[in-house]
C-alpha cells in the first residue's frame, strides 16, 4: 500500500511537471503583457517532440543517444525521494537529501558529456559554463540543505518535514537565512533568469540550451521533460521544508487529497514569486555568477551559524 | 596460516623481481631448467617440450614478462587472501623473525588494520599484473632493461607489504625505506628524460626528509619507553607536549609521503614520470601505505588523541583537497592531473580522519568509528579508481602515443572498451551515485552532520564549513572529470596519433582495468561487503564498531540509525532501471521515429573543423577565472602583425603556463637558505692543508678535553 501510494506520488510529479512550466510561462506572459498560451502547452510539445523523427550528428557516439535516458531517470529517481503529497513513504528512505544532490550531478554529468559528444564550440561552452556553475552552487545548496538536516538532526526529508511539522509554527533564524540561499541556489541550477535564461538560444549567452543544442526528436523531449521536472523539485523543496504546512502525516485518502490541494497551491504561488522575479531582473553576465552564488553561499553559512549559536545552544 | 599467505605474499614479489634479473641470462635459466626436468620430471615430454619451446632467444624475453607478472599476480592474491582471512577472522597474529641484527629480531604483526591495508595493496596489484605484460612490451629492451622494471617493483611491492606487517620501529623503518628507494629507480626508469631525472631526485629528496621526519617521531616515542617494538611504544606515557610534538613529527612525514598540501609537490612531478603501471601503484597504493602509517601511529601508538589534532588533520586535508583538485582542473597533462587528483582525495580522506579525532577526543568513540569507516572507504575506493585511471591512461599513452589531453578525442569510437571502463573509473572519482566514490562521500557527509553532539562552538561551526568545502571539491572533481572524459574521448579527434589509434589487442591490458571497474560499481552498490570489513578494524583499533549492526544488512546503509539517514544502492539502481526501461520502451515502440544520422549543425557555414572544439584550457577558463588567486597563471596572447599598416592579424600565438603556489611559498627560500648556508661552509674549506691540518689538531685537542 505504502509502495502503491509511493509508486503514485512520483507519477503524480512527472505528470505534474509540464503543468508547473506552463502555468509559469503563462503568469510570466500576462505579466509581460503578453497573450499567454494554454496551460497545456508544454504536454502538447512534449507529445509532438516523441512522435518526430530524431536527427542525431554522424559524429555521434553510444553516450549521446544514451544521455536523455539517464538525466530522465535520474531526475525521476531524484522525484521518489522528494515528499509531494505525504511524509514517510518507503521510496525516501532509500536516498536521503544528499543522495539527491547526486541524482542532480549524475544528470548533469551526462548532459555535459553529451555537450561535448559533437567536438562543436555550442556544446562545449555549454558543458563548461554548467560544470562551472554548479560546482559553485554545490557547496551553497549543501549548506542551506545542511542547516535544515542538523534542526532536525536527520538527512532523510521525509523525516526532515515531518520534524518541521511537528515542531509547529516556529520562526527560526536559521530558516530565514536558509529559505533565501535555497532560492537563489534553486534558481542557478534550473537555469532561470538571471544565471541562464531558458528562452534564448543567443549563443553568448545560452547555457543549458548550449549543451542540448543538437538533440531533437525524444531524446529532446525527455531533456526539456527532466528539466521541467527539476524546476517543479527545487519548488516542491522548498514549499515542503520550509511551509510543510498541509502535507499528508497519514494515508488517508482525505488527507492524501488535502495534501494535493495544499501543494498545488504553494508551487502556484511560487511560480507566481518566479515569474514577478524574472520580469523584474534582467539576464546577468557569466561573471557575476559567482558573486550570486557566494552571495547565496553566504546566506547559508549565516543560516548555520544562527543555528548554532542561536538554536542548537547549550 | 594466515600469517603464512602473508609471508608468501612478500616473498612472491621478492621471486618476481629476481626473476626479472634473469632477462639477460637466458644461458642460466636453460641449464637450470634442464636440471630441474631431468630430476624432477625426467619422462614428462610434454613439459619438457614446453620449457624448451619458452626458453627459445625469440620466445625468452616475453616469457620471462610474463613469469615475472605471474609471479606479481600470485602475490597480490596471497595478499588478497591474507589480508580476507584476518579480516574476516577478527584476529590479531604476532610472530618474530630472525633476520636483522642478532639481538635485534624483526617483530611481525598482522592484525586488521594492516589486513586491510594488504587486501587494498593486493586487489591492485593483482589488477596491475594482469596489465603489465602488455604495457611493458613496449619498451626497447636496450634503452628500458626489464631487468631493472621488475626487480624494483618486485622489492617496491614487498616492501610496502613489509611496512603493514612490522611491528617495531626499526623493521618499519627498513620497510619504508625498501619502498622509498625502490620506487625512486621507478621513478627513475625512464632516465634519458631531464624531466624524469629531476622528478626522481626530488622524490628522493622529500621522501627520505619525511623518513628522517617519521624517525624523530619514533624516536619521541622511544625516550618514554623502552625499546623499539611497538608494544613497548604503546606503553609509553607522554605527556600532551611530547605526544603533539611527535604527532606533528609523524605527520610531516606520512604527509610528505601521501602527499598533502603544502609538501605534495614531489607527487605531480613523480607519477608521470614513471611507467603507467607504476604510477597507478604509486598513487593508487603507496601513499595509502603512509596514510597506515599515520593511523598506526597516532590511533594505536599514540593512543590518547587529543582534539587539535583533529583540527589539524581537518585544516590541512580541507586545503589539500580544494588545492588538489584546483591544480588538477588546470593540467593538460593527463598523469599530472591523475596526480593532482590523488593530492585531492588523500585531503578527503584526512579530513574525514581529523574528523574521527575530534570525536574521538570528545569522547564519541561511536561517531569516531563512522568517520574512520569513512576514511578508510574512501581509501580503498580511491585505491581502485585511481589505479583504474592511471591503468587507463596508461592505454592511451600505449595506443595514442600522448599524454596531452588536448592532442586526443574522438577515442569513444576507436577505443571502446578502453572508454566504457574510464568511464566508470571517471563516475566513481566524481563521487556519482551507484558507484563506490559515492559512498564513502556520503558517509563523510553523515560524519560531519554528526556534529551537534560537540561542545566546542567553534568546532560545531567549522567542521559544517568544512562539509561544504568538501562539496565544492566533489563538484570541482565533476567538472574535472567530464573535462577529462569529453576531451580524451568525446568530439573529434584533435591529432594525428589519436586519428589513428585503435583499441589494445592486448587482452590482459583491458582485463585488469576491468576488475578494478567491476570492484567501483559492485562496492557501489553493496558496501556493506566492505563496510563490514572496515568495521573489524574500527573494532580492534578505537574499540568501538559502528552503533547500529542490525542496520547494516545487505540492502541498506544506515550508518547512524535508520531514522537518520539511510541510503539503499541495490533500490535506486532498480529505480533507475525501471525509470529508464518505462520511457526506453514507450519511445521507442513507434517504427516510424527510428534516428536519421545527418551532420552536425554548423550554423549553415559548413566545415566544422576539430580545431574549432573546446580545450582544455577553454573548458576551465570560466573557473580560471572565478579562482584566479589560486594559481600563478601566466596568459600570454602575442599577434603577429602583416599588412600595410601593420594591422592584419596573421598568427595568433597563446601561451599558458600554470604554476603552483607553494614553489615560490616555500621551496624557493628553503632551496636560496640551503645554498647561502652552503656558501658560509665553503668558507671555511680553504683548500689550504695547513689551514685542515689545524682543524684536525683542534677537534683532537677539543675531543682530548671533553673525554678528560
Not at chain 1, 53 to 65: D, E, H, M, R
Not at chain 2, 267 to 275: F, R
Not at chain 2, 300 to 307: A, K, M, V
Not at chain 2, 495 to 512: I, Y
Request: glycine share 8%; proline share 4%.
Amino acid at each position: 500500500m505504502n509502495w502503491l501510494i509511493a509508486i503514485l506520488q512520483t507519477a503524480l510529479f512527472v505528470a505534474m511537471a509540464p503543468l508547473l512550466a506552463g502555468w509559469l510561462k503563462w503568469c510570466k506572459c500576462r505579466l509581460q503583457n503578453r497573450k499567454a498560451p494554454s496551460l497545456l502547452q508544454p504536454y502538447r510539445d512534449l507529445l509532438k517532440l516523441t512522435h518526430k523523427q530524431p536527427v542525431v550528428s554522424k559524429q555521434a557516439s553510444w553516450l549521446f543517444i544514451a544521455t536523455p535516458y539517464i538525466v530522465f531517470s535520474a531526475t525521476v529517481l531524484a522525484a521518489t525521494v522528494v515528499p509531494l503529497i505525504a511524509v514517510d513513504l518507503p521510496t525516501s528512505a532509500s536516498a536521503d537529501v544528499i543522495v539527491m544532490v547526486g541524482f542532480f550531478a549524475f544528470a548533469r554529468f551526462f548532459l555535459a558529456l553529451a555537450g561535448l559528444d559533437m567536438g562543436t564550440a555550442f556544446g562545449g561552452m555549454g558543458s563548461s559554463r554548467e560544470m562551472t556553475i554548479s560546482s559553485l552552487a554545490e557547496p551553497a545548496m549543501l549548506m542551506a540543505v545542511f542547516t535544515l538536516t542538523m534542526t532536525a538532526s536527520t538527512t532523510n526529508l521525509s523525516g526532515a518535514i515531518a520534524h518541521v511539522i511537528n515542531e509547529g509554527m516556529v520562526l527560526r533564524p536559521s530558516f530565514v537565512f536558509a529559505l533565501p540561499a535555497l532560492l537563489l541556489v534553486a534558481i542557478a541550477e534550473t537555469g532561470r533568469i538571471p544565471v541562464d535564461n531558458p528562452a534564448t538560444h543567443l549563443e553568448l549567452t545560452m547555457i543549458h540550451e548550449a549543451m542540448i543544442l543538437e538533440y531533437s526528436g525524444r531524446h529532446l523531449a525527455l531533456i526539456e521533460w527532466a528539466s521541467q521536472l527539476k524546476l517543479m523539485l527545487y519548488g516542491v523543496l522548498i514549499a515542503n521544508i520550509f511551509f510543510p504546512w498541509g502535507i499528508a502525516e497519514t494515508f488517508s485518502a482525505e488527507a492524501l487529497g488535502y495534501g494535493l490541494l495544499a501543494i498545488t497551491g504553494k508551487l502556484a504561488l511560487l511560480a507566481i514569486v518566479l515569474a514577478i522575479a524574472e520580469t523584474l531582473f534582467a539576464k546577468m553576465r557569466l561573471f557575476r555568477v559567482q558573486e550570486y552564488l557566494s552571495f547565496a553561499y553566504l546566506l547559508g553559512l549565516l543560516g548555520m551559524l544562527s543555528h548554532i549559536i542561536l538554536e542548537a545552544a547549550r | 596460516m594466515i600469517l603464512l599467505s602473508a609471508y608468501c605474499a612478500v616473498l612472491l614479489s621478492f621471486a618476481s623481481g629476481l626473476l626479472a634479473l634473469m632477462m639477460n641470462q637466458r644461458q642460466i635459466m636453460l641449464a637450470m631448467s634442464q636440471y630441474s626436468i631431468n630430476k624432477f620430471f625426467s619422462g614428462n615430454v610434454k613439459c619438457r617440450n614446453w620449457v624448451n619451446k619458452s626458453l627459445e632467444e625469440q620466445h625468452y624475453p616475453a616469457f620471462l614478462r610474463q613469469a615475472v607478472f605471474v609471479l606479481l599476480g600470485f602475490s597480490g592474491l596471497f595478499a588478497v587472501i591474507a589480508g580476507l582471512a584476518v579480516l574476516i577472522s577478527n584476529s590479531v597474529i604476532t610472530d618474530q623473525i630472525a633476520l636483522g641484527l642478532p639481538w635485534l629480531p624483526w617483530h611481525i604483526r598482522f592484525d586488521a588494520l594492516s589486513g586491510f591495508f594488504f587486501l587494498i595493496i593486493g586487489i591492485a596489484v593483482c589488477a596491475v599484473s594482469l596489465y603489465g605484460p602488455g604495457y611493458v612490451s613496449s619498451y626497447k629492451e636496450k634503452e628500458h632493461p626489464f631487468a631493472s622494471l621488475g626487480l624494483f617493483t618486485g622489492l617496491f611491492v614487498a616492501g610496502m607489504l613489509l611496512v603493514l606487517l612490522a611491528d617495531d620501529a626499526f623493521m618499519f623503518m627498513i620497510a619504508w625505506e625498501l619502498m622509498s628507494v625502490a620506487s625512486y629507480f621507478l621513478v627513475a626508469f625512464q632516465h634519458e628524460n631531464p624531466a624524469n631525472r629531476r622528478a626522481a631526485f626530488l622524490y628522493l629528496l622529500m621522501a627520505e626528509v619525511g623518513a628522517l621526519s617519521i624517525i624523530l617521531g619514533f624516536g619521541v616515542l622511544a625516550s618514554f619507553s623502552d625499546g623499539f617494538t611497538f608494544d613497548a611504544l604503546r606503553e609509553s606515557k607522554l605527556s600532551v607536549t611530547w605526544a603533539s610534538i611527535a604527532f606533528v613529527l609523524a605527520l610531516l612525514g606520512f604527509g610528505m609521503k601521501a602527499g598533502i598540501v603544502p609538501v605534495h609537490i614531489w607527487l605531480p612531478e613523480a607519477h608521470p614520470a614513471a611507467p603507467s603501471h607504476i604510477s597507478a601503484l604509486m598513487s593508487g597504493v603507496m601513499l595509502k601505505v603512509a596514510l597506515y602509517g599515520l593511523i598506526r601511529f597516532s590511533f594505536d601508538l599514540l593512543g590518547d588523541i587529543h582534539w587539535q589534532w583533529g583540527v589539524a588533520l581537518l585544516a590541512l586535508g580541507t586545503l589539500s583537497a580544494l588545492g588538489g583538485i584546483l591544480y588538477a582542473m588546470m593540467q593538460p597533462n593527463l598523469k599530472r592531473l591523475l596526480a593532482y587528483s590523488s593530492v585531492e582525495n588523500i585531503g578527503i580522506i584526512f579530513m574525514v580522519l581529523g574528523l574521527a579525532m575530534i570525536f574521538m577526543a570528545n569522547g564519541h568513540p561511536q561517531l569516531a568509528a563512522l568517520g574512520f569507516l569513512a576514511a578508510l572507504l574512501h581509501a580503498f575506493n580511491h585505491a581502485l579508481f585511481k589505479n583504474l585511471l592511471f591503468l587507463g591512461a596508461g592505454i592511451l599513452q600505449h595506443q595514442t602515443h600522448e599524454l596531452n589531453i588536448d592532442m586526443m578525442g574522438g577515442l569513444i569510437k576507436k577505443m571502446p572498451q578502453t572508454s566504457l571502463l574510464f568511464l566508470v573509473g571517471c563516475m566513481s572519482i566524481s563521487s556519482l551515485p551507484l558507484f563506490n566514490g559515492f559512498v564513502s562521500e556520503w558517509l563523510a557527509f553523515q560524519t560531519a552532520l554528526q556534529v551537534d553532539v560537540l561542545e566546542n562552538g567553534v568546532l560545531r561551526s567549522l567542521i559544517p564549513v568544512a562539509a561544504a568545502a568538501l562539496a565544492l571539491t566533489s563538484a570541482l572533481a565533476a567538472a574535472c572529470f567530464v573535462k577529462v572524459f569529453g576531451l580524451i574521448f568525446l568530439g573529434q579527434s584533435r591529432s594525428e596519433n589519436s586519428e589513428n589509434a585503435h583499441e589494445t589487442g592486448h587482452k590482459g591490458m583491458l582485463a585488469g582495468p576491468a576488475l578494478l571497474a567491476g570492484l567501483c560499481f559492485f562496492i557501489g552498490i553493496f558496501p556493506n561487503a566492505i563496510i563490514q570489513l572496515i568495521n573489524t578494524v574500527s573494532g580492534q583499533l578505537l574499540g568501538q564498531t559502528l552503533p547500529n549492526d542490525s542496520a547494516l544488512d545487505w540492502l541498506w546503509l544506515a550508518p547512524v540509525s535508520p531514522e537518520q539517514a539511510s541510503y539503499s544502492a541495490p533500490l535506486v539502481l532498480i529505480g533507475a532501471l525501471i525509470a529508464a526501461g518505462i520511457c526506453y520502451w514507450y519511445l521507442r515502440r513507434n517504427p516510424l521515429t527510428v534516428i536519421r544520422k545527418a551532420e552536425t549543425w554548423d550554423c549553415g557555414f559548413g566545415g566544422l573543423t576539430p580545431r574549432m572544439q573546446y580545450t582544455s584550457s577553454a573548458f576551465t577558463m570560466p573557473l580560471r577565472r572565478i579562482f584566479a588567486r589560486v594559481w600563478i597563471v601566466d596568459e600570454q596572447i602575442n599577434k603577429d602583425m602583416q599588412g600595410a599598416m601593420n594591422l592584419d592579424v596573421a598568427a595568433v600565438h597563446y601561451k599558458l603556463q600554470i604554476e603552483d603556489h607553494s614553489w615560490p611559498l616555500f621551496y624557493h627560500p628553503i632551496a636560496r637558505g640551503v645554498n647561502k648556508l652552503a656558501k658560509q661552509v665553503g668558507r671555511i674549506q680553504t683548500g689550504n692543508i695547513r689551514t685542515y691540518l689545524s682543524y684536525s689538531f683542534a677537534t683532537l685537542l677539543l675531543l682530548l678535553w671533553v673525554i678528560s
